[in-house]
T-cell receptor, first 112, second 116 residues
Framework: RKEVEQDPGPFNVPEGATVAFNCTYS??????FFWYRQDCRKEPKLLMS???SGNEDGRFTAQLNRASQYISLLIRDSKLSDSATYLC?????????????FGRGTQLTVWP | GAGVSQSPSNKVTEKGKDVELRCDPI?????LYWYRQSLGQGLEFLIY????????KSGLPSDRFSAERTGGSVSTLTIQRTQQEDSAVYLC??????????????FGPGTRLTVL
């Protein structure tokens, strides 16, 4: 079983739509969680961290459910510029080497 | 400030040749990672360096792949006797692991390797 599993996608939504991505992780000792964004033929970049209490950054909301080992990303009022691949990332607690585990990514296309 | 840089940006080589890919991490970042990404695929972890600790080489796909990090800064990924299946974008990333850090990992622009 992979460390991090994501919705297979792709998601194709119209501008203004609300879309949600899900991610599950297998290691209950996981400590830190992030969403990265990767544009076509570009390197991944940090979108936002995911905190236990949930956090919001403008149109983006991230949620963490430790009991279910589940992370989500909600995008409201989608823009054309949101089209990208969204990567779920997990870091294990107690990992002295701090390796990050990446999901395969969920592709989003927002159409006009 | 300067981000992670990689060179070359593109590399075309013939099957069987050796290649070296270079990564310059962000100054002061103690952790350095190599990944590869094939077209339309996710990130595949290759190797991770953290300070003076022994690197985590668990992701290297074969003994044709090796990496070094000199002086705790610049890293070189070497692929010997390249095969067509080695064609991919090779991404390097660095991260600061000081107290209070957000553990954000910064990626370089990648080296696109094509093996003919």
């Amino acid at each position: 079983r992979k460390e991090v599993e994501q919705d297979p996608g792709p998601f194709n939504v119209p501008e203004g739509a609300t879309v949600a991505f899900n991610c599950t992780y297998s290691n209950s000792a996981s400590q830190s969680f992030f969403w990265y964004r990767q544009d076509c033929r570009k390197e991944p970049k940090l979108l936002m961290s995911v905190y236990s209490s949930g956090n919001e950054d403008g149109r983006f909301t991230a949620q963490l459910n430790r009991a279910s080992q589940y992370i989500s990303l909600l995008i409201r009022d989608s823009k054309l510029s949101d089209s990208a691949t969204y990567l779920c990332v997990v870091i294990d607690r107690g990992s002295t080497l701090g390796r990050l585990y990446f999901g395969r990514g969920t592709q989003l296309t927002v159409w006009p | 400030g300067a981000g992670v840089s990689q060179s070359p940006s593109n590399k075309v080589t013939e099957k069987g040749k050796d290649v070296e890919l270079r990564c310059d991490p962000i100054s002061g970042h103690t952790a350095l990672y190599w990944y590869r990404q094939s077209l339309g695929q996710g990130l595949e972890f290759l190797i991770y360096f953290q300070g003076n600790s022994a690197p985590d080489k668990s992701g290297l796909p074969s003994d044709r792949f090796s990496a070094e990090r000199t002086g705790g800064s610049v890293s070189t990924l070497t692929i010997q006797r390249t095969q067509q299946e080695d064609s991919a974008v090779y991404l390097c990333a660095s991260r600061s692991q000081g107290a209070g850090s957000y553990n954000e990992q910064f990626f370089g622009p990648g080296t696109r390797l094509t093996v003919l």
